[in-house]
Each structure stands twice: as C-alpha cells, then as structure tokens.
C-alpha cells in the first residue's frame, strides 16, 4: 500500500489557485509589455500593476478589508480591469454591476450584496438617485480633474495578497438579470475563476501576442473570465467602453485585434459597417445565439474566424466551444450547419450532460431532446444569501441549465431551444429558434426573435419581430409567401412586426420583453 | 462581512482536479481522431480509451487496487501511454522505469517502491534477471503472439475512477537518475499533473490539430506531463520507440509533426542527418543545456522553431520556458544570446525564484548570481519513503534546486552552473558552462562537455571532452589555439580528449562519469 509523503501539502508544494497569480507573473514576465489600452492611453503591464497597487491602497484607506463586498458600475475601462485584482488582493470581493439596469434594480442590488460602497463614472452614476453606500465617481477624463483618477494618482503602493486563504473563498459576485423576479448574486471563487481563465487560455490560444478587444462588458460574468484569462496569457486588453461600430471598426485595424467576443448582433452590426476587411484576422467567440449562414459568410469575406460557445452566469461563461476546422471545399451550408452547434465541453468544466428527467443521459443520436446538465470546478459556490436558490441549483449534484439540446454522436451539443422558448401551439412543440433560422435565410432580415403569442384557439402561436438590413423595408406579404414555402402551417408566423428589437447590455435580444409585448398587442385586440 | 455560501463545495461545483478528466473528455470530443500513432498502428481516441479500460481490468484481475503500485519499463509505445491512465484509473500509482538502468538499479527500484508488478518488454527485460516483483512481457510485435498483447486483447471493458478520493493524491512515482547514492523517489500528484499539463498546453499552445512526436521518454517526468497535456489538447501522440535519425526525420515528415520536445544532443543528430527541411514547421521544446549559436542557425534552415525550457524531476518537468518572439532582423547572435537563456516562470509554476543563502532574491541586474528556488503546485508531494530527504527539500517553504542562476530585469533567469559543475582553479571560480559555450563556437565541434580535474597545484582545471563533426578529426593544436583567443588562461581546458560522450536515457551527457574518468586519468599519471 503506497505510504504517504512525510510532509501533508505545504507552503512549498501547495499554493490556492487564485487568478491573482496571473498578474503577479504578468507583473514580472511581461513589465514592458502593454497590459491595457483606452482611448489615446496604454499601459504596461508594470504599470497596471502599480494602477492595482493604487486602487488597493484607496481601498483600504476607505476601511474596506477582508470579506467586503466592493461594487463597481463601469464601462470597460482599466480601473474596471484593475478593480478584477485590486479587490481579491485585499481579500474583497468584486461585484461588477450591468451598467443598463434601472435606479431600483441597482440599489437592490447594493443592498442585498451588503455593498461597502459603488464606484461609477458620470454616465452611469447619473441615473441612480440615492444610493444605500458611498458612491464615488470616477473621472470621465483622466486627468481632467472631474472624479477620482486612479490613472493619474499619485498614491503610495500597496501590497496584494498572494492569495485567499482557501482557494474556493470568493471572488466575484455577478447578479444576474432575471427576467422574472429578482436578480440573483452568483458567487464565484478564486478556484473556478483561475480555472476557467486557463480553460480559456488553451480554447481560444490566447498567448502575449494576443491583442483582446473588449466589446464584451467586463460586467458580464467577468467578461467570461477573459478578465483574468489575458493577463494569464501576458496578452493585451483593448477596452471599447460603448459598443460603437465605427470605434470598433477602427480599432481592430489601428490595434491589431486578434480576439474578440461579443453576442451576434454586434456581429450583424459589424457586417452591415465594415466596408473592407479586417488587415489581419480576428477570432471571435460569439454565444447566445447561432451564427446564420448570412452572418458566417459576410464575416469571413471580413476577415473573422467565428468560434460559437454557451454558457451561462452560473457556469463562468462557456462551458462548451465550438471551433470546427471545415475541409477547404465545404459549402458555406455545412459550416453553417456545423457551427450552429454549441460544441464540445471546455477542457475545464466536469461534465456537460445532456439528460431526461430522471438524469439520466440522452441517447447521442443527434435528434433525442433533452436538458442540458453541469459539474464540475466552474459551477458556482451558490445563490449570495438565498440557500433555497441554492439548494434547489446545487443540491443534487447537478446543476439543470433549463436549456434543451441533442447531443451528437461525436460529443457536440446543439440547443433546440431555452425550455421557455419552446411554442406549443395546437398541440404541437416547436422551437423558435427553428423559425429564426428559416427567417434568417431571407435575404432582407438582418435579426428576427421569435416568440409564443397567447392564442384562444390554438394556446400559442409564433409572432416574429424582425429587424430588416438597411435600405430594405419589409414586404410582410413576400415574407409570409417565404415562410409557406420553408415552414409547416403550425410553426408559421402569424404576424410580422418590423422595427427594432430591444436588447441586453450584451447585445442579446430580449425576448422576454417581446413577449410580454405579444401578450400585451393580444388583450388589446 | 461577506456570507459564505450554503452549502459547502459539494459534487456539483467541486471536482478532484485530475489527467483522468482530460481522458474522458477526448474520448468524448475526439472519438474518432487519433489519439496515438506508433509503427504501422494508430488509435483513435475511441480506441485509445478502449486500451486503457482493457490495461484497467487486466490489473484489477491481478488484485492491483488503491493504492498500489504499478511499474512499467518500456520505451515509448501506445501501452506506456495507456498505464500512465489506467494505473491512476484504478486508484493506483504509476511507476515508470528507465530504460537504461542496470538490473540491479531496477530491483532496487521495485523493491524500494513496493511495487506490485512489473510490466516490460522483450528488451528492457532482458537484462533484468530476478525482479522481486512479478514481470509481464510485452509483445514485442502485436499480434505476433510473442507476449501480452494488449493492442489485440479481447478482454471485458472495465470501468475507470473519475478521479481520486483527493487531488493532492499520488499519481506517479519517478526516480531521479542521482548520480551519487541511491535513485529518490519523486511522487506526484493528480493536482500537480492536471494543472502543469494545463500549463503546457497554454505554454506550447497544444491544440487538437497538434502532432506530437514522442522524442521524449514518457518514463522521464513522464514525459514532462505532456503524456497528458496532449490528450487534454486532443492532440495525436506519434510514439518513437528509440533514438534513431533517420526514423524520427521519417516521422517529422509522413506524420507531419508540429512538436516535439527532447535534449539538445538529439537536435545535434538531426543537424546532422536531416538533409531537407521538415516540410511542415516543427515547435521543439530542449532543456539541459543552452542551444548553440550553430545549432539554432542550423535548426532553424531546417524548420525548427527552438523553444528553451527549464526544469527538474521534482517539479513535473519545466518551470520556465524561453520562446522568444524576434523581430525579423534580429542576427543569429543576438538570437542565440537570447534564447541562451531559460526564460519566464511557466503560467502553473507558483514562484522562481534566484536567491541568495538566507533566501531573499538576488538583484534582478542579469549579474548577481544566487540558487534558483522555486515553490507551487507543481512541485513534488515528496521523496518516498524517505522522511529526512522530504522534509530538506520541501520543508523551509522553498524548494532549493542546486542550480545557479543570474535574474534579468525582465524576468528572465540563465542558468550559470548547476552548483556542482563550477569548476575553481588557483581560486578562482569559473563556470564550465562558459566554456563549453566558447568551444560550441568552433565550427568542428559538435558537443564538448567540460568538467574539473583534480589538479596538485591549482585544485582544479577544466578538461575539455569533445565530440567532432562528422567528417572532422581533431587538430589539438588548433583547438588550443582557438581557446587562447577566447578564453582567460585560468580557465582554458588543460586537456582535450576526443571521442563519443557518455549521455543519459534523455540525451543529456554524464558529467559526472567524465569527472570520473577525469579522476581516473589523474590518479593513473
């Protein structure tokens, strides 16, 4: 029988797995190199070091210490970027706030999460009447005198803590915007988030030569880890602090963007803009959404290898990632086809099952639907204050997503639909996203949502809200032509509602909203 | 103050990091591509996982459970690569063998590790004699009958542990080569493999596009955990079953090879034989010794991308790697400068550090030189069975490796010396290193190996043990010469023996048996 070391695990062979051991190594592997860009500014990673030092020091200065929980309502923007290391280096932890939600909806938030206090800037203090902490602005133009400057700050350093004191101690709380009752505080750890950042490392060969434009918030779940994932990699943040297409456009020329992720419509967004293609190629993880035939095509004539991934707040972002290599002769429908699946799991999550009620796993045909189910290091440590929540996500040893999918002999998973999706009309289930995929092979419609509208006889119908491509107004009758050639009578649409859809501040249409407007548009009539 | 969460790290969001995952994750997401080349032979993952669940149930079948300890001495064949899961996969220990040790070595082995069973082939058993543990012989052709064939097997699946009871859990077991006093055993865990196998394939940028040529013996470090790293990746492991020139320029080519990793003494055989470059470019991983000005040249006509690492058995393999990215006008000299160096702390590695006797850090001035010590999770979990070995290594909270090392501004260590190849003659000190480089600079040499030989008057002077090119035969005369050009008078080699040097089972010479004959040759005058 093997006779255990002599020594348990040791300072000398065991250290906490937290992402703060990312930029302690970034600090000294890559000090020249730059850490972070914004607007006409850049730093090293030397000095974004010393900018976390400042903000640490700040803090602590304000009485915030070990176990305090520290808000921030940003743009992406490096105080944002730093915040990700100054607080965990001072034992806190980070709760980054969504940037578009309501006055009431932030100070539940404040309130629930026990906030020591909120850094904002002008823009996105101004909405937010009184607060339950402190509220400190920070400056719209460093240097410009107007708020704190983190950037400008003669403050003396601070040291960081190499680490917590337990690996699965937290270090972020994200509160997710439920669409139906309050939003709930998911609790990352150092652990989850120094492996999911790694995982992500390795899918999307993030290395220093990276350059990483930020178009996704850093609000949302960290920005999927990638926070602390680049740094990891000594690569560089380029921060875009509103979702601008001529910005974007511009920076992924004059900062050689490599790697972006963003939600499809920012996607949309690019292709109606982008006039020539990108000088050298950029690889974008996209989610939430599958990419149309449309969209692959045009982005690929713009330069962009797209990457389709899921996931969700609970999970760290991705848990699976779809980055098929196509033989040089398939068509664009194949690789449409192949890319509208969610892929593989991520080498750092446990296990993506997809199961029937009783847990157990679907056949791998492909066709049989069922739920998909996760474990492992990147689920959550819980629901912040609400053991009911978390009993009921965590308590079985799986943790149930409520989205439905196949999974395909080869390992891939495709979602059929979010099991609120799902249109029962007649009698009959089918997906939205069957009729968005349809819809979205018009040449004219740039997005369509589908959703279930209530219905006295037959319980449901589908109603699709379309955004049209520029210059195209909509032929409602042309279109209904189209769908009777490419859907069956029960999945059709019954109505058309052209204009813009409204979104999240992750670019995800919000179908819940659209929803309640069909319901609404129905009791009027 | 922060609430912890309801519930404790449970099944759900807390998994025992272990290389099993990454298994069961390719036999999932890569069924059907190829896990492992060798001969006439490949598997697919499918395939590959199907081998290891016949290795699983033929140990059970044995009565090797938890615990246990499983030894192996092959050269690298698809059945070592299968132990280094199906060993952990039953909860037992993997011990791999040298391949090159003396009979009596291996029983000590055996013995010292309590080690169940032995599995071999006809080769590495045949010196062996009597082994104080059962011994199992390979086929040495599948199929031909002539052994165990495991390739072949028709046996019942087994089923395989998700991973072990804890992370810090042992994984393996490895002997160091100690050139003085009794091999040591170095136990790893599921935890450290995990993560340095994360680590490398982020430092390497392993992907499931990438063909790893198995220039490398698993049996050493096994593999630097890249038996893992490669299957995390979904990558394709090409096994090289010996040294030969002429079968591994083969394999680059047929199988087209993206990495490989092994000694630089195996580079210099392939500058040698490799007539045309590799058709297809070629990430090489070398540590031991610094990469020639010529070899570099030479390597990179032929395709070869160098990437210099840094690492000991008690540390899974590499701590630091050097790929540095060069602007395209850099000269050869100012390349190989560089890349002389041993480079930045790998992303898994906790801290290295270079300091001096009472362990603060030397001045990072490219200068002053102080002992490279390291600590983290990939180091060892300690020495079996050696209670006092164990505590001198791991106990002060820093792990001391013996080498001696100066730190650049940038981060970047350079070995001058293992701490036992400082050579002091007339007082002073030199390092032999320094003037291995300078030799390496005459365009006969091949490799020359320099060590201290007792000497009456001046303690020690350096000699110089040479191997010539191919095609040159040495001038003496010449070569003292060259060294009075380049060279201080104390540290000019007093002797110049020619001929083919010793080198251990990974290619690296055997200092330590040229200071023997060294001795020898003096007592002898």
Redesign the interface.
């Known amino acids: 029988?093997?006779?255990q070391?002599?020594?348990a695990?040791?300072?000398?062979?065991?250290?906490a797995?937290s992402p703060l051991?990312?930029l302690r190594?970034a600090e000294?592997?890559y000090?020249?190199q730059t850490a972070v860009i914004w607007r006409d500014r850049d730093l090293s990673y030397a000095e974004f070091g010393a900018l976390v030092r400042r903000m640490a020091h700040w803090l602590r200065a304000r009485g915030v210490g070990p176990?305090?929980?520290v808000s921030l309502i940003l743009p992406n923007r490096p105080e944002l970027l730093a915040a990700h290391y100054a607080v965990p280096g001072i034992g806190a932890?980070l709760n980054t706030v969504n940037t578009r939600l309501e006055a009431e909806e932030i100070s539940y938030i404040l309130d629930h999460a026990?906030s020591r206090l909120l850094i904002g800037d002008a823009d996105t203090l101004a909405a937010l009447g009184d607060a339950p902490v402190p509220v400190f602005q920070l400056c719209g133009n460093p240097g410009a005198g107007d708020g704190l400057d983190f950037l400008a700050a003669d403050l003396p350093g601070a040291t960081l803590a190499a680490g917590p004191a337990a690996e699965?101690d937290?270090i972020a709380l994200n509160y997710t915007s439920g669409t139906t009752g309050r939003p709930k505080g998911v609790?990352y750890t150092h652990r989850?988030a120094y492996?999911n950042a790694?995982?992500n490392?390795?899918a999307l060969?993030?290395?220093?030569?990276t350059r990483y434009l930020w178009t996704l918030p850093m609000f949302h779940c960290n920005g999927w880890t990638h926070t602390w994932a680049i740094t990891?990699?000594g690569g560089t943040h380029v921060c875009l602090d509103r979702i601008d297409a001529a910005q974007m456009i511009g920076l992924i020329a004059d900062q050689r963007i490599s790697h972006m992720c963003c939600a499809p419509v920012v996607l949309y967004m690019l292709m109606e803009q982008m006039s020539e293609p990108s000088p050298q190629p950029v690889r974008v993880g996209t989610g939430g959404a599958a990419p149309t035939p449309a969209l692959i095509a045009r982005m690929e004539e713009l330069g962009f290898q797209i990457v389709h991934l899921y996931g969700l707040t609970e999970s760290y972002g991705p848990v699976t990632l779809n980055a098929p290599?196509f033989q040089p002769d398939a068509s664009l429908q194949q690789r449409a086809t192949r890319l509208a699946r969610q892929g593989?799991?991520h080498?750092?999550t446990?296990a993506v099952l997809v199961v029937d009620d009783a847990d157990h796993s679907v056949p791998a045909d492909g066709k049989t639907v069922g739920e998909i189910a996760l474990?492992?290091?990147t689920?959550?440590?819980?629901?912040?204050?609400?053991?009911d929540a978390?009993?009921a996500?965590?308590?079985?040893?799986?943790?149930r997503t409520g989205d439905l999918a196949v999974l395909y002999?080869?390992?891939e998973i495709q979602i059929q639909d979010r099991a609120k999706d799902i249109i029962i009309s007649g009698g009959e289930n089918f997906s939205s996203l069957e009729v968005e995929a349809v819809l979205h092979q018009h040449p004219d419609i740039l997005i369509a949502a589908v959703v279930a509208a209530p219905h006295p006889k037959w319980g449901e119908t589908a109603w699709a809200f379309i955004e049209m491509r520029s210059g195209s107004s909509p032929d409602l009758q042309a279109l209904e032509q189209f769908c009777r050639q490419n859907l069956a009578g029960f999945k059709r649409p019954k109505k058309f509602i052209p204009g813009p859809l409204p979104k999240t501040a992750t670019g995800k249409v919000q179908k819940f909203a659209l929803r309640q407007k069909a319901k609404e548009m129905t009791d009027e009539q």
């Open positions: 029988m093997f006779e070391p002599y020594l695990p040791c300072a000398t062979n065991y250290e797995l051991n990312f190594r000294q592997a000090a020249d176990g305090d929980v932890v026990q699965t937290a609790v989850g492996l790694l995982g490392v390795a060969a993030f290395d220093h030569q990891a990699a290599v593989l799991r080498v750092t446990g474990c492992g290091n689920l959550m440590a819980g629901n912040y204050r609400d053991p978390t009993e996500a965590l308590g079985t040893g799986l943790f002999p080869d390992g």
